[in-house]
């Protein structure tokens, strides 16, 4: 039986259009971008239509459009990760670090969202979310500075990685500065969707 109740935000054409090159120069067929981006969202282009985007991106983005997602009864129930820190596309020291929930079912979807996206890498960091998947888990509030900082410590990242910088859910935004006070380290809010934060990693890579 597939269930609906984990909502996993999909790629919308505003979540797309942040990651297309925005020239607007019709190259791919489409109006605009956003025309495009709307096509990409309902699977009716393809990303390699854009000759103006970086590959490194448009294979980012083609491999999280591609993932077709059902969530069964099995997989919805609250089980946990009892795995301290998870090894995301064989991450280097200046890999991205990724804050999360221990709910079972998040860990199977943002670890296949990954595996089709391989040129972006991470190390992701379950905290204690008592197994429920970060849309729930925020309205609880139950990812709290304290929280995050209690995975951040035995997860042992900080030995592995040579910055000290994490990426938080988008749906617990407003715990950053306190968490900042509390770890010192630098707290970015990330992207609400999983299937964002490929593209969002790999944005963030060309900038540097
Ligand atoms: S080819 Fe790329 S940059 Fe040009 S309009 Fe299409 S999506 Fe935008």
Known sequence: ??????????????????????????????????????????GKASVKDCPEMAIMMSESLAGALSIKLEVHEADASMNTTSDGLIELNSPSEDSSVLITGNSGVTIKVLKLIFSNTPNASAFLIPTETKGFTIDHAAGMRLMTPMTVMRGL???????????????????????????????????????????????????KMEKR
């Not at 790629?11 to 990409?40: H, Q, T, V």
Request: negative net charge.
């Open 1 to 42: 039986m597939v269930v609906e109740e984990v909502d996993f935000h999909s790629l919308s054409p505003e979540i797309i259009l942040k990651y297309l090159p925005g020239k607007d120069c019709r190259n791919c067929g489409y109006e605009s971008c956003l025309g495009f981006a709307k096509a990409l969202s309902e």
């Open 153 to 203: 410590t035995s997860s042992a990242v900080a030995a592995r990685v040579n910055h000290h910088k994490m990426i938080i859910p988008g749906l617990c935004a407003g715990i950053e500065k306190q968490l900042e006070q509390m770890t010192g380290w630098t707290v970015e809010v990330g992207p609400v969707s999983g299937f964002e934060l490929p593209a969002f990693i790999i944005d």
